[in-house]
């Protein structure tokens, strides 16, 4: 037996801090498409069934807008606020705060309009077909290998010319199964040397063989109910704080070493490119040209979608 309706999960509510603009929309292909159309587009070609955008209220009107002029309505989309007070009951925001509580709350904001198996990208990492083809295979069989999925992909490929990244580094344990992820920021090589800061602000050296998590998830139902419990634990701990997030590698890390899910690590390719600095763009445009070029995507993602209906 097999699935036949796998939604897919675009989280774009960021703040695009970094980058200088909305990354969400940022036109990077030849006709004004932005990395997340493209992971529509892939997720659509192999059989996602539709996509839900997780946005914050001032740019949903904008993220919507755009979704309209490449998507239309050749591909079924719904759109989610992710809002500060979004949160258990018994919880209050606190009022300086001004961002949203991470990617771990995004995927808590659309549960609601989910049910079963389902997959979760990043909006401004654009991962490949295959890494979506990849996927939707694992959620799509019955019964479920494991009750969650990670593509990985090798360090070295993920690295920005342009500055430091945060990336979530993975030990893989027998199986290929996940056994922890630490998130490690201000990733960087400098003189063929790669180093980055642990949570407790450590300088830790990389090789770069390490597989990182780049939020690219297959999540079913058991997941969703220990994310729950987590965030309101989160929350009775640093809800007070105007700063904190409650990001989705460090929770799937702690579910796995509690033992509540499994989580199979997938084989990226090496296609991931994305942007975290302004400085990424021209890069992400040259390369996204060459696979238009070599015939690996179209011209015209809004043509393209437009024939698929």
């Not at 960087?188 to 040397?193: A, C, E, K, L, S």
């Amino acid at each position: 037996m097999t699935r036949n309706s796998i939604p897919l999960v675009v989280l774009a509510a960021g703040m695009s801090t970094r980058y200088g603009r909305l990354k969400q929309v940022d036109p990077i292909g030849p006709d004004g498409e932005s990395i997340m159309d493209y992971n529509v587009f892939d997720a659509a070609r192999v059989g996602f069934s539709r996509a839900l955008f997780i946005v914050r209220p001032e740019i949903e009107d904008t993220v919507r807008e755009h979704v309209r002029s490449v998507v239309g309505d050749a591909f079924p989309v719904e759109f989610v606020a992710q809002t500060l007070d979004d949160v258990p009951e018994g919880f209050r925001p606190p009022a300086e705060r001004n961002k949203p509580w991470g990617t771990g709350q995004a995927v808590l904001c659309a549960a609601p309009r989910l049910s079963g198996p389902f997959g979760v990208c990043n909006a401004d990492d654009m991962y490949g077909n295959d890494a979506f083809r990849q996927l939707l295979g694992h959620l799509n069989s019955d019964p479920l290998p494991t009750e969650a999925a990670m593509v990985g992909y090798t360090l070295a490929d993920t690295l920005s010319g342009s500055g430091g990244v945060a990336r979530g580094i993975c030990v893989l344990g027998k199986d290929h199964l996940l056994e922890s992820v630490t998130e490690i920021g201000e990733i960087r090589q400098v003189d063929g040397w790669t180093s980055g800061v642990d949570p407790d602000g450590e300088s830790v050296e990389l090789n770069g063989n390490e597989i990182v998590s780049m939020n690219l998830w297959g999540f079913s139902d058991p997941v969703v109910d220990v994310l729950r419990r987590q965030f309101r634990r989160f929350l009775d701990r640093w809800g007070s704080n105007t700063d904190a997030e409650f990001p989705l590698s460090t929770a799937l890390s702690t579910q796995v070493q509690t033992g509540s899910v499994r989580v199979a690590v997938l084989p990226g390719r090496g296609d991931w490119f994305g942007v975290t600095h302004a400085e990424d763009r021209e890069h992400a445009e040259a390369t996204l040209r060459q696979r238009i070029d070599a015939g690996q995507y179209p011209e015209s993602l809004a043509t393209a979608f437009a024939r698929m209906k």
